[in-house]
Structures are given as structure tokens and as C-alpha cells.
């Protein structure tokens, strides 16, 4: 499932689970990527109600996110002559 802008908690919960083997050919770098950082802005880093005060420790995504954006980096940045789209005409061959 693609991630995007409308994506809710638990379908970006979700896209991270899915996708956090990515280093290891068993998940989309990128959805986890996006994943992580849906979750940095959807989870709240304190939560209150009748029974009390729960604080959450975010680092654990801010972590898995500078990981990814180094695999990525790393090993999905395409080098820019590789974007160019080449037209191929019968007659060259």
C-alpha cells in the first residue's frame, strides 16, 4: 500500500511493519521512509487522561529514519545519467 499525505495511524503503523526489513530485499525503503515520518508527526510526545501522564520516547523512529535516508542514499540514488530517457530509432539500431 503506497503511503501518502491522507495516510491514518494504524495504515501508516502498518506500511512501517511491512517494510522495515527493507536492507534485506523484504520491504520498500522508501514506504518505510514515509512510514516513519507519518508516525513522527501522527504519535503524540505526551498523552494525557483521567488515570494520568504517559510521555513517549520518539528516538527509536527518529533513528530508523536516518538510517533509511542512509540506505537510500547509499543504494537507491540514481546518478543523473541514468535519469536521462533515451529514445531509441529503428534506423541506428
Not at 20 to 35: K, S
Request: hydrophobic share 30%; glycine share 4%.
Amino acid at each position: 500500500m503506497p503511503v501518502d499525505a491522507t495516510t491514518t495511524f494504524d495504515a501508516a503503523r502498518t506500511a512501517y511493519y511491512a517494510n522495515r526489513d527493507y536492507d534485506v530485499g523484504a520491504g520498500d525503503a522508501r514506504e518505510f521512509r514515509r512510514a516513519c515520518e507519518l508516525l513522527l508527526e501522527l504519535m503524540p510526545q505526551r498523552s494525557n487522561n483521567r488515570d494520568g501522564e504517559i510521555e513517549l520516547n520518539l528516538q527509536h523512529l527518529r533513528d530508523a529514519l536516518k538510517k533509511v535516508n542512509e540506505y537510500i542514499d547509499d543504494n537507491l540514488k540514481v546518478s543523473p545519467t541514468e535519469r536521462r530517457v533515451k529514445y531509441l530509432r529503428p534506423d541506428r539500431g
